[in-house]
């Protein structure tokens, strides 16, 4: 089976959802989000939104205000993809790049800075 149709709806998820988020979402709780990522179910059912956000000690909050936004979203997202039918959202806060932050920090920690 090919991995390219969900990979492509997942893609344009992203794009969509993060002009979606900019444009669209007046929720308080939901600010400055960045879409890191989309995970789409290999049947386009279901889709697993990775966002990241400045103020990581909101998080929580910003996910409540996302999953809040969900069907919302989700019904903006089937108007602009005409799909047959449009992935459930799932809002989950992206990890990974505060342990990126967190390895370059490390990393900087160990090497010395180079004298010139």
């Known amino acids: 089976m090919s991995h390219g149709r969900p990979q ?29 990522s989309v995970d789409v179910s290999p049947d386009l059912s279901h889709a697993k939104v990775f966002f990241t956000i400045l103020e990581k000690e909101k998080k929580d909050l910003t996910a409540q205000g996302l999953q809040r936004a969900a069907s919302f979203l989700r019904a903006q997202l089937s108007r602009r993809m005409s799909m ?14 505060e342990r990126g932050d967190r390895l370059s920090q490390l990393i900087d920690s160990v090497i010395p800075p180079k004298s010139g």
């Open 84 to 97: 047959y039918t449009t992935p459930e959202l799932r809002f989950v806060y992206d990890e990974s790049v």
């Open 8 to 36: 492509k709806v997942a893609d344009l998820i992203q794009r969509e959802l993060s002009d979606l988020l900019r444009r669209e979402v007046r929720d308080p709780r939901v600010g400055m989000v960045t879409i890191t």
